[in-house]
């Protein structure tokens, strides 16, 4: 089945008469045969562009319901807005230690209680009060779930996790849907859906999981018609996802799992690599391979189960290969460059001017408030407070002395003149420029927003560096800008319902890629099974474990022309085991790589030295004697050179000397000594000085008495 071919599936029954879910083996040729006359509900671009050749225009079921909820003047709650009013519940329940750490804690709890439909269903948080099985923490979460859903809507706001059941009953028309791009849908999304959609909507889900035959009977009891589709398409994914889906049914039912696959598998590459590095070098080399041969980089993408890991290393790679590559996941600001001196102000701020914090602030390199001859006298002299600053010759360290009270706009308006004071505002560029810019502006709107402050009213120093650290935690930004020309490394189900064709995995072992089912301390799995019994659905570790095979499975349905799936042999310093879902695809033993050839300058360089005679060639064998098992040399401090011996030696200098031959000379033959540090407290070397020198005192006073 491919996008010039029509479906039947709707024909048969009666054209528009009904709605229909339909359970597809492949997803996107099933949808692409309903696209006519429908509004297109995806769950991002990527899919709506797989789906429409390009050309389609598709917003999600999320946006979607903003837009609803908006228009009957409800907005859905920032994330700084959720993370107060949980504290304040938190605050106001009693009995909870830490509220700031709590908060921490439940929000991930609360979300899922949310999502599930806690604030909705009446019955359902009736039946948990009345159920004397449940736990009293899990009576206690939930709870306090419910009141931070009242609180959001008394300040006319709502959280996300409940934003598609709050706008089901917003709904005021219906319209003919087409719903693709999900790997599953909550019971949120069923509420949203079969609120909004009018005769003729279709659902396309995927085949074969428990999530969506959940899906289809829950709108199979509002009057949807569920249809099965088992025609493919001739592109590599789809077949390569139905073997894994029946590979998976066949080991749930308790029957052995499919026999290997004999021969060349189309379109399905496996390999094993030394380590993380030497996998993503190997996939970026490859990658490197088809941009040269005419393949657009839009057409190439990269996936790994923990992007955030991943993500570093293949930006440093790709820049050293000159390969074009863009991450799309985000990071709190605190995580960025400008992160680092806000960070460093509300500590230096706040505790007025510590030497650790307000050091480490003055050297940033957005800041560069501390000359060479100022942090020379600041490392010897440790200074704390404003004047000892001043003295040491740290002019900057005087704007970071703020009233303990003022105005919130006044904290605000001084947070700017003290960053342009210290340079940063003329030192930011690019990002650095926009996230100043997005930090300012979102202090600014905190006057606004939940909860209500006065914009001109008095405010502790600490309670707005506190507010200050929340911002810095809790708003997040891209680490790249959205752009085309690049080849994006995703999740795998960001690219569910999208289609490219080259796909590149990386990172799959076990515990990993499948990620280790756990379990939540705060509800834990017998909880869950009882909150379901009170009609509650979360996830259980059947639910969980399918969530981890639906990520793998969009990855195969995203494959056009070929995947290729990559597991390195050692990662995070220990030795890893291939994934289970090579074993589940026929492919039980991965193969290895062989000799590539070299994709950067650096690499053809290293890939020279054993042949060259210059300095650089005597370093690299330098280093990969001292890695190997030879015996030491010369350049691990056995020279075999005798040393003259002008004692007497202190016990200091034979420490030194035991430790390290070249420290020994550095300090005792050439004379060099480190630069002057005070010391906080008395160290075991000056403490022993100390005694040393009194001792030698007092024999020498009683020698002289004799």
Excluded at 99 to 128: D, F, K
Excluded at 145 to 151: D, F, K, N, P, T
């Amino acid at each position: 089945m491919n996008g010039s071919v029509q479906s039947n599936l709707i024909a048969d029954t009666g054209g528009e008469k009904a709605r229909y879910v339909i359970l597809a083996a492949d997803p996107l040729a099933t949808a692409r045969a309903e696209l006519s006359r429908k509004t297109v509900l995806t769950p991002n671009d990527r899919a709506a562009r797989a789906l429409g050749g390009g050309r389609a225009t598709s917003v999600s079921l999320s946006t979607r319901a903003m837009r609803s909820l908006r228009s009957n003047g409800i907005l859905v709650s920032l994330p700084l807005s959720r993370l107060l009013a949980l504290r304040q519940v938190i605050a106001d329940d009693g009995g909870w230690p830490d509220v700031r750490g709590t908060a921490r804690r439940l929000e991930p709890v609360v979300s899922e209680l949310l999502r599930a439909g806690i604030a909705v269903e009446a019955r359902s948080a009736a039946a948990i009060a009345g159920n004397a099985a449940v736990g009293p923490r899990t009576e206690r979460v939930v709870r306090l779930a419910l009141a931070y859903s009242q609180l959001l809507r008394d300040n006319g706001e709502v959280d996300a996790a409940e934003a598609l059941w709050q706008a089901a009953t917003a709904i005021r028309s219906r319209e003919p849907l087409l719903v693709y791009g999900y790997s599953r849908l909550g019971a949120g999304e069923v509420a949203f859906v079969d609120a909004l959609a009018a005769p003729g909507s279709v659902v396309v889900l995927p085949a074969g999981f428990r999530a969506s035959e959940d899906a289809s009977s829950e709108l199979a009891a509002h009057g949807w018609e569920v249809r099965q589709d088992d025609r493919m398409g001739s592109e590599t994914g789809p077949p390569l996802a139905a073997r894994f889906t029946a590979t998976v049914a066949r080991l749930v039912d308790g029957r052995p799992a499919a026999p290997p696959i004999d021969g060349p598998n189309a379109g399905l590459a496996a390999h094993t690599l030394a380590d993380v590095e030497d996998e993503v070098r190997w996939v970026l080399a490859r990658v490197k391979r088809l941009l040269a041969s005419g393949v657009p980089p839009e057409d190439v993408v990269l996936v790994a189960r923990d992007e955030r890991a991943y993500g570093p290393l293949i930006r440093s790679v790709a820049a050293e290969f000159e390969v074009p590559v863009r991450l799309a996941y985000g990071v709190p600001i605190r995580e960025s460059r400008l992160g680092e001196v806000a960070a460093g102000l509300i500590a230096a701020v706040g505790r007025r001017l510590p030497f650790e914090e307000t050091a480490r602030l003055l050297r940033h390199p957005l800041v560069q408030g501390l000359n060479d001859a100022s942090w020379t006298t600041a490392r010897a002299w440790h200074p704390e407070g404003p004047s000892e600053w001043a003295e040491a010759g740290a002019s900057a360290a005087e704007l970071l002395v703020w009233p303990t009270k003022s105005s919130w706009t006044e904290y605000v308006r001084l947070l700017g003149s003290t960053l342009e004071g210290l340079g940063v505002m003329a030192r930011a560029e690019g990002r650095d420029q926009r996230l100043l810019a997005h930090l300012l502006k979102t202090l600014e709107r905190s006057t606004k927003g939940w909860p209500t402050r006065d914009a001109n009213g008095s405010v502790d120093l600490t309670e707005f560096l506190a507010h200050f650290t929340d911002v810095l935690d809790t708003v997040s930004v891209p680490v790249d800008r959205p752009g085309k020309g690049s080849v994006e490394l995703h999740t795998p189900l960001a690219v569910f319902g999208a289609r490219y064709r080259h796909v590149f995995v990386l990172g799959l072992c076990e515990g990993t890629f499948p990620q280790a089912v756990r379990e939540d301390p705060v509800i834990d799995f017998q909880e869950r099974a009882l909150l379901t019994a009170c009609g509650l659905n979360l996830e259980d570790a059947e639910g969980a474990a399918e969530r981890e095979e639906l990520s793998f499975l969009a990855v195969l349905h995203a494959a056009g022309n070929d995947v290729t799936l990559t597991t390195p042999r050692v990662a995070g310093g220990s030795e890893q085991l291939p994934s289970p879902y090579f074993a589940a695809l026929g492919v039980p033993a991965p193969e290895g790589v062989g000799v590539r050839a070299a994709a950067s300058d650096l690499e053809a360089l290293i890939a020279r030295l054993p042949e060259t005679d210059g300095p650089a060639a005597h370093s690299w064998r330098v280093e990969l004697r001292r890695e190997s098992a030879q015996a030491p040399d010369a350049h691990d401090g056995v020279t075999g050179v005798s040393l003259p011996a002008h004692g007497p030696f202190s016990a200091t200098q034979l420490t030194s000397f035991g430790q390290c031959a070249f420290k020994w000379f550095g300090q005792y033959g050439l004379r060099l000594t480190e630069l002057t540090e005070a010391e906080e407290d008395v160290s075991p070397l000056t403490a022993g000085s100390v005694f040393h020198d009194t001792l030698a005192k007092a024999v020498s006073a009683a020698v002289d008495q004799t």
